[in-house]
């Protein structure tokens, strides 16, 4: 099946620092999300983004489907952005196929 | 955009009794939901997917008499732990795929079982 990486799997921040967490994939998808789970362990949406490039406020991501990558971006963390980031891939209608996730501290 | 609602959010339950966690979808109808469980640091790991009016399609390794799901409408399905033990204590989440959204996910349920 498919196989999701993302790197780093721990991340400690500065607050007012930039970061880009990485997620490759090991076969073709035509679908990809990236989710932020907050300690509360609420799942929210970021992206929905099968390939180019998104932009929500400080947060954007690009996803380059013929590489199998796709990359988020933060700038300006706060510490509210601290959690656990996941990215996910699917297939057609096959069901999400998840990531370990990112561990993101952000320190003031 | 897309909501599902997730309830309860947190449940506490003696061995051996039964505890259903409701998932709804609260502004479009979804004719499949997924039931995903996560331990602690770990990421989430997918027990079954619900068919509105058909039997759930579950993962290799989950009991299915002990995680009974039901998917009576395009807008509710629903997680019933039978005879839980403490080893069924996790945290369960579900979610719903919409067209303009993509999958959106439930606030998840925290489950302990004493």
């Known amino acids: 099946g498919i196989q999701v990486e993302q790197s780093p799997p721990d991340l400690i921040l500065q607050e007012g620092a930039n970061s880009t967490l990485r997620c490759n994939f090991s076969d073709s998808v035509n679908n990809l999300q990236w989710f932020h789970q907050n300690p509360w362990g609420q799942l929210i949406n970021l992206f929905y983004?099968?390939?180019g490039t998104k932009q929500n406020g400080r947060l954007s991501a690009t996803t380059v489907a013929t590489e199998r990558y796709s990359l988020l971006y933060i700038s300006s963390s706060q510490t509210t952005d601290s959690g656990v980031y996941f990215c996910a891939v699917w297939w057609g209608n096959t069901p999400l196929v998840f990531g370990k996730g990112t561990r993101l501290s952000v320190i003031a | 955009g897309a909501v599902v609602s997730q309830h309860p959010s947190r449940v506490i339950c003696k061995s051996g009794t039964s505890v259903k966690i409701e998932c709804r979808s609260l502004d479009f109808q979804a004719t499949t939901m997924f039931w995903y469980r996560q331990f602690p640091k770990q990421s989430l790991m997918l027990m079954a997917t619900?068919?509105?009016?058909?039997?759930?399609?579950?993962e290799q390794g989950v009991e299915k008499d002990k995680f009974l799901i039901n998917h009576a409408s395009l807008t509710l399905s629903t997680l019933t732990v039978t005879s839980a033990h403490p080893e069924d204590s996790s945290f369960y989440i579900c979610?719903?795929?919409?067209?303009?959204?993509?999958?959106?996910f439930g606030s998840g349920t925290r489950l302990t079982v004493v």
């Open positions: 979610s719903a795929y919409s067209v303009n959204y993509g999958y959106t």
């Open positions: 619900s068919n509105e009016g058909s039997k759930a399609t579950y």
């Open positions: 983004i099968p390939s």
